[in-house]
Nanobody, 126 residues
Framework: VLLQESGPGLVKSSQTLSLTCTVS??????????WSWIRQSPGKGQKWLGT???????RIDTPFRGRLTISKDTSKNQFTLHLASVTPEDTAVYYC???????????????????WGQGTQVTVSS
């Protein structure tokens, strides 16, 4: 399974950041995986942001609820992160990742993910 992030490298504060992950080697339609977004801010560890489930539902980390949505387009085999009202604190490398839906481990444990994109740098200007 291969994942590839795409989107703007630079956004302005208060704008909405949209990043897309294109998946190959597995289908988002009825696949065996859940699909996630994870980021790593400068000098910090990786942080789980949210997951869109193979069923179509989603799980969003509490601090991002109301600001983060994840959607998927099964016709394009892509899923997309939308993060509203960004600030410079949202500057990070953003990764998309996949893990088997039968995995009951914590979303916060990044060792639980089976496949990763290469990551894309996003900088938020003030």
């Amino acid at each position: 399974v291969l994942l590839q992030e795409s989107g703007p490298g630079l956004v302005k504060s208060s704008q909405t950041l949209s990043l897309t992950c294109t998946v190959s080697g597995a289908s988002l339609l009825g696949s065996d995986y859940d699909w996630s977004w994870i980021r790593q801010s400068p000098g910090k560890g990786q942080k789980w942001l949210g997951t869109i489930l193979h069923t179509g539902g989603s799980r969003i980390d509490t601090p991002f609820r109301g600001r983060l949505t994840i959607s998927k387009d099964t016709s394009k085999n892509q899923f997309t992160l939308h993060l509203a009202s960004v600030t410079p604190e949202d500057t990070a490398v953003y990764y998309c990742a996949a893990r088997r839906f039968l995995n009951s481990g914590s979303y916060y444990n990044t060792n639980e993910y089976d496949f990763w994109g290469q990551g894309t740098q996003v900088t938020v200007s003030s």
